[in-house]
């Protein structure tokens, strides 16, 4: 998933254009977007949109933005959602790996109620939102099989740190943020997870965008959270591999598979050893045609 867009789940109109914009992933959102005398009417909107997208052969993934475990919400989330099944939910203010074992046992109990497969729902979090999980990343890594990514977010964190601001005079994030950020990343890569990046928040900043884009992706992110239509042609185009990276990644794994026993081997001049297999086998996997 290279685009994950958050749509309001209240607003039809939305919904409907974010299905058409390319995303790889839309993202039905219950909490932050809606506020809470819309809560219960948003529920019923995205039982409806999931009921009818569902239906569709050629449309994005599919993930809901459920409340925070702590609010008190999460299950009146999950009841209305789960009768027409998203491909998964997106976990706010998760402080651990235990939040990503409680959200599974709550699928699971749905799950069997509407006779889905056991852990056919999977799991992205959100890590980063409150202090106390900043030291928790490392219980990520096997915590569920259910889970497909983490993100990071600084909105939140910034309100739970008491911040005047989380970005630096030059528009950049400044050093809390960026730890925030580098600790997602390792803490995916430890969980076998796929590293999505925060959103950029000022969506007409298309230049700023790109750059956020650019970096992530050299750092080892392989997605980027969108809050509007006009941010998923970029990040589309940063996080879709080039024609010569795929070529380079499919001779290397070639030239492993010729000689299976080889620790090390050239190719092109250059000497190549195991982490640039895995390199080369995870852009790979990710990479789906067009």
């Not at 739970?160 to 890569?189: D, I, K, M, V």
């Not at 990644?249 to 000689?259: L, P, Q, S």
Request: hydrophobic letters at 45%.
């Amino acid at each position: 998933m290279r685009s994950l867009l958050f749509v309001p789940a209240d607003s039809e109109r939305k919904l409907a254009k974010g299905f058409a914009s390319g995303a790889d992933c839309l993202i039905l959102d219950l909490e932050d977007s809606v506020a809470s005398e819309a809560k219960q009417p948003a529920r019923e909107h995205a039982h409806a949109f999931l009921a009818s997208a569902l239906r569709e052969s050629l449309r994005p993934r599919l993930y809901v933005r459920v409340n925070g475990l702590n609010s008190g919400l999460t299950q009146a989330d999950l009841d209305a959602v789960m009768r027409a099944p998203p491909d998964g939910i997106l976990l706010p203010k998760s402080v651990n790996g235990a939040s990503i074992q409680h959200l599974g046992a709550m699928l699971a109990v749905k799950e069997a109620e509407h006779d889905l497969a056991d852990g056919v729902t999977r799991i992205m979090a959100i890590v980063t939102e409150t202090a106390a999980s900043i030291f928790n990343m490392a219980t990520y890594a096997g915590a569920s099989q259910r889970l497909e990514g983490l993100t990071w977010g600084a909105e939140d964190l910034a309100g739970c740190l008491g911040a005047e601001t989380n970005r630096g005079a030059a528009g950049g994030y400044s050093f809390p943020y960026l730890l925030a950020r580098t600790l997602t990343l390792f803490a995916a890569a430890s969980a076998g997870a796929l590293a999505i990046d925060a959103v950029h928040g000022n969506f007409r900043d298309l230049a700023g965008l790109r750059l956020e884009c650019e970096a992530a992706k050299r750092d080892g992110f392989g997605g980027k959270m969108a809050i509007h239509l006009a941010q998923i042609e970029i990040i589309n185009e940063i996080f879709t591999p080039s024609k010569e990276s795929i070529a380079k990644a499919r001779a290397i794994v070639a030239a492993f598979e010729a000689e299976p026993h080889a620790g090390v081997i050239g190719l092109n001049g250059e000497m190549l050893d195991l982490p640039h297999l895995t390199k080369a086998r995870r852009l790979l996997a990710g990479y789906r045609e067009s």
